[in-house]
Nanobody, 116 residues
Framework: QVQLVESGGGLVQPGGSLALSCAASGFTSRIYAMNWYRQAPGKEREVVAGITRINGDTNYADSVKGRFTISRDNAKNTVYLQMNSLKPEDTAVYYC?????????WGKGTLVTVSS
């Protein structure tokens, strides 16, 4: 099993920045990729960004390209999401996801609110 714990959510003004962290534990050596998803009120969960554990290849949703950066620290089994130029439409619960052992694992989520 893989356990994921997110941190770093909160309230930020439009145009501001926020950094999220996701610490993984358990069978971390079996993780292929880690991703950030988000779910806004009344909307479906959507992928925001992803990174592979070995090569560090990244991908982003079009809506966050140029504003968000995903990175990893394999020594700490942690993935980060740096969010800049935040917009009200970025308001959502952000979930950490790991693909490992042939299945997906999820954290409990952290709330990001972008509002003045």
């Amino acid at each position: 099993q893989v356990q994921l714990v997110e941190s770093g959510g909160g309230l930020v003004q439009p145009g501001g920045s926020l950094a999220l962290s996701c610490a993984a534990s358990g069978f971390t050596s079996r993780i292929y990729a880690m991703n950030w998803y988000r779910q806004a009120p009344g909307k479906e969960r959507e992928v925001v960004a992803g990174i592979t554990r070995i090569n560090g290849d990244t991908n982003y949703a079009d809506s966050v390209k140029g504003r968000f950066t995903i990175s990893r620290d394999n020594a700490k089994n942690t993935v980060y999401l740096q969010m800049n130029s935040l917009k009200p439409e970025d308001t959502a619960v952000y979930y950490c996801n790991a693909h490992a052992l042939g299945r997906d694992f999820w954290g409990k989520g952290t709330l990001v609110t972008v509002s003045s």
